[in-house]
């Protein structure tokens, strides 16, 4: 599969990956590897303040004193919004950089600095979290002070993730003029870069928003406007969720290459998708300030429309073009019948790919109707700061990115770790819990938050006027929360127990649970196949997303009258 | 996950281009949607905020509870104002003062804080605003319902946080 070309550099330093023929870097293999344990660590420490906060606000229960509340929601936000995901990224990233272009990666020392400097970072954050001295949630809102260790960690972690991404460039320019791979990246990888240039402004903003909050907390300048901060911090925090967009898509793209054989329908389309993420997405910042003092009409139409919704078009584009070319791969297998008999035939038991439909669904259907929805001006009234938001992110982050990403690691744990996957029942069966405990978790969460319930609150039971079918939604929340820490225990189960084992394994094919399909010959010869089913789907999903996004219209109409 | 072939830009099929039309359209209704609601909808996000020293609010509102006021509610005055200027200041962890207002009548609603960030979240009515240090954020309100409202805070403002919940409340 990946073209034999002349290695300039040691070739002592690499393998040859005994299922897909690829090169690997073995220093790059040691980073990638480094990197996806800590991120499993941090799902698991982030995992664990998930289920005592969730239990806390599930009112039947209502676990965790207050202070114990707001200490674990913070901690629960910055190892699992931040810590988790970005350490998988940078193991993305490594991947992308070298593995998919028989690459070297070009400083691996500088890779195990970045790599210190973002576990150094990321302990120090939650040692002081957990000492409550840093009670500020993952905003850090000024003029809440945290210890100034807390803004120390999150900067020496944001410059870490800051050198890894420059290695990634710096990989990939290295690679082109070696001559590794040939003519364009692979959309994987072009996925990636989209990702990592996003992540470049967004560490930097990160930067501009955290190093003058520590010099205010310091005492060394007086004062730090809190407006300027939101605005700042958003420039880092909502971004920060674009770049978990761009590298979850990206691995859409290789999960659905990996367990059906897909092919980009169009590589300009799905391509000219990500450069409209790249011009556009960072706008989306400003979906946090909408309800804010101090801006104008036109600056919060302008940022919260993106530009004429030219990112959200980018979505919709994946949106046709990730299906479509899973539904022509599975036809040319001959699953040919009616409209949606491929997905009747499709591998659901191979994990990676119940996982990328799980991921599309729930990030298409619940996260991103539901975020263009909150994310428009006047809506945005009926929704800032009530559950509903975290209702939106959780569908996104968690069922969309940390659902794809899970599966990926599976995936990672034969080609990289070289180990066999073990409790494969478990794995084929961990998408389906985990979706199905996050899906109650974020509707529970999405319907609390349109009664009016507010987020980040430890105790509604004196707000009086809120309606008692809050604790169905709630309850609903809770439950859901114990299923999906169930599906990451599973998880954790399946990986753990894979990469302690002892034994060298060298897999033969990409496929962990189901063999890899050949494409037949015979269909082939049939001809072009158009995605039919995959065009249905798309279209019910613009009726679901209009009627949601209207009835929203509606709701707002009816409340009272505010200028 | 593979290297594209050496010419990959190729135009789009029927189909692509059929839902790339109509999704844009759909950008495009969505985009109409924010002015035409600000020229002709009646909730609008308010616009109007001035720079305030929380201090100067705070006495603001003093006054503005003095000469208005009613009643007491432990400890909180209970203010029924006239149409026109009216004060919320949000501090730790406390709404001050309890307003009454009128159905029907419109008020413009000054609000602010004292220290930190809080969120206005007028419930079950479901309004959300976001209340910052050292901004005056004018809201003109016109309650359409009568009764009695919660005013939820719902920016986290430390420990006390939750305990941060006032009421509202409109006469006919």
């Known amino acids: 599969m990946a073209a034999e070309v002349a290695m300039p550099v040691n070739e002592s330093e690499f393998r040859t990956c005994s299922a897909t023929g690829f090169k690997v870097h073995l220093p790059a293999e040691a980073l990638i590897k480094a990197n996806a344990v800590a991120a499993v660590v941090c799902i698991l420490v982030g995992g664990t303040a998930a289920l005592l906060i969730a239990m806390t606000r599930w009112p039947a229960v209502h676990l965790l004193p207050a202070d114990w509340f707001y200490r674990l929601l913070t901690l629960h936000g910055l190892d699992m919004l931040v810590a988790w995901i970005v350490f998988f990224e940078v193991a993305g990233l490594y991947f992308g950089s070298t593995v998919l272009l028989n690459a070297r990666l070009v400083k691996p020392k500088l890779g195990w600095f970045a790599f210190a400097l973002m576990v150094l970072g990321g302990a120090l954050i939650n040692i002081i979290v957990l000492m409550g001295k840093a009670d500020v949630m993952f905003t850090a809102y000024v003029p809440l002070k945290a210890h100034p260790i807390f803004y120390i960690g999150v900067i020496l972690f944001a410059v870490g993730a800051l050198i890894a991404v420059g290695l990634f460039f710096a990989t990939i320019a290295v690679a082109k003029k070696e001559k590794t791979y040939e003519g364009s990246l692979p959309l994987v990888v072009y996925g990636l870069a989209t990702a990592a240039i996003i992540a470049t402004y967004t560490l930097l903003s990160g930067a501009f928003a955290f190093v003058p909050a520590l010099f205010w907390v310091l005492g060394w300048i007086p004062n730090y406007d809190p407006s300027v901060y939101r605005n700042l911090f958003w420039s880092f925090g909502h971004p920060a969720q674009q770049i978990n967009l761009a590298a979850m898509v990206a691995i859409w793209y290789a999960l659905a290459a990996i367990t059906t054989g897909a092919k980009p329908l169009n590589e300009k389309l799905s391509r000219l998708a990500f450069v409209l993420y790249l011009l556009f997405i960072n706008l989306g910042s400003a979906h946090h300030l909408l309800v804010d003092p101090g801006l104008s009409f036109a600056y919060k139409a302008f940022n919260t429309s993106y530009m004429m919704y030219l990112a959200v078009l980018g979505s919709m584009i994946h949106a046709y073009s990730i299906p479509g070319a899973v539904e022509v791969a599975l036809r040319k297998k001959g699953h040919n019948r009616g409209l949606l008999g491929w997905l009747r035939n499709a591998p659901w038991k191979e994990p990676g790919f119940s996982a990328l439909v799980i991921s599309m669904v729930l990030f298409g259907w619940i996260g991103g109707v539901t975020g263009v929805t909150l994310g428009t001006e006047q809506l945005n009234m009926v929704g800032h700061n009530t559950m509903r938001i975290p209702g939106h992110f959780h569908a996104t982050v968690v069922a969309g990115t940390t659902t794809a990403f899970m599966a990926f690691t599976y995936y990672l744990i034969p080609l990289i770790f070289r180990r066999e996957l073990k409790l494969k029942k478990w794995a084929s069966l961990q998408p389906f819990v985990f979706g199905a405990g996050i899906t109650m978790v974020s509707i529970g969460m999405i319907t609390a938050g349109i009664q009016g319930v507010s987020r980040r609150h430890w105790d509604i039971s004196n707000v009086g006027t809120l309606p008692g079918t809050v604790y169905v939604s709630l309850t609903l929340l809770g439950i859901g929360a114990l299923i999906a820490v169930t599906g990451l225990i599973m998880y954790l189960a399946v990986v753990l127990s894979s990469v302690l084992s002892k034994k060298q394994y060298d897999p033969q094919s990409l496929t962990l649970v189901q063999a890899a399909t050949t494409a037949g010959s015979e269909a082939e010869a049939e001809g072009r196949f158009s995605p039919k089913g995959t065009f249905a789907i798309v279209l019910a999903f613009l009726m679901f997303f209009a009627a949601f996004y209207l009835a929203n219209w509606w709701l707002l109409g009816k409340t009272w009258m505010v200028r | ?172």
């Open chain 2, 1 to 172: 996950m593979f290297p594209p072939e050496r010419v990959w830009w190729k135009p789009l099929d029927r189909m692509e281009k059929n839902w790339v039309t109509i999704a844009f359209i759909w950008c495009l209704f969505m985009t109409a949607m924010m002015p035409i609601w600000f020229f002709m909808g009646r909730q609008n996000v308010p616009v109007t905020s001035y720079r305030v020293e929380p201090q100067a609010f705070q006495q603001k509102v003093m006054d503005f509870a003095e000469q208005y006021k009613i009643g007491d509610e432990n400890g909180v005055p209970v203010v029924a104002p006239p149409p026109g200027d009216v004060y919320l200041l949000a501090r730790q962890w406390q709404w001050y003062p309890i307003l009454q207002l009128k159905k029907g009548e419109t008020y413009r609603l000054h609000v602010s804080s004292l220290d930190v960030l809080h969120g206005l979240s007028i419930q079950p009515t479901n309004l959300n605003f976001q209340v910052i240090p050292g901004y005056d954020y004018v809201i003109e309100l016109t309650p359409t319902d009568s009764g009695e409202f919660s005013l939820v805070c719902n920016e986290y403002c430390e420990i006390g946080h939750h305990i941060m919940v006032s009421k509202l409340m409109v006469t006919e």
